[in-house]
Nanobody, 116 residues
Framework: VQLQASGGGLVQAGESLSLSCAAS????????MNWYRQAPGKQRELVAS???????NYADSVKGRFTISRDNAKNTVYLQMNSLKPEDTAVYFC???????????WGQGTQVTVSS
């Protein structure tokens, strides 16, 4: 399975960005999907998750500002990021553990930079 992330860029604090991650699999609807991020010098952290039934979970740091969603017809997961802060600056990765949770697939990462 290949995951292709896109949509990163440079924005000012308070602005918005939308990330996309397209999966090359016909089993996408059976995958829970995740967005992680990794800032320089920090560990990779889970930002948001969406189940096969579209239940969502968020890190406390992004609750109320970020929204994860999925379009199974397009094999794509999205991350809408609003009210961005400088501390949101990181490389963002999409991820899935596959249908049964035994796999670990990662996208290539997309850079998000928020200036103050």
């Amino acid at each position: 399975v290949q995951l292709q992330a896109s949509g990163g860029g440079l924005v000012q604090a308070g602005e918005s960005l939308s990330l996309s991650c397209a999966a090359s699999t016909s089993r996408f609807s059976t995958y829970a999907m995740n967005w992680y991020r990794q800032a320089p010098g920090k560990q990779r952290e889970l930002v948001a998750s969406i189940s096969t039934g579209s239940r969502t979970n968020y890190a406390d740091s992004v609750k109320g500002r970020f929204t994860i969603s999925r379009d199974n017809a397009k094999n794509t997961v999205y991350l809408q990021m609003n009210s961005l802060k400088p501390e949101d600056t990181a490389v963002y990765f999409c991820n899935t553990k596959g249908t049964y949770g035994f796999r670990d697939y990662w996208g290539q990462g997309t850079q998000v930079t928020v200036s103050s």
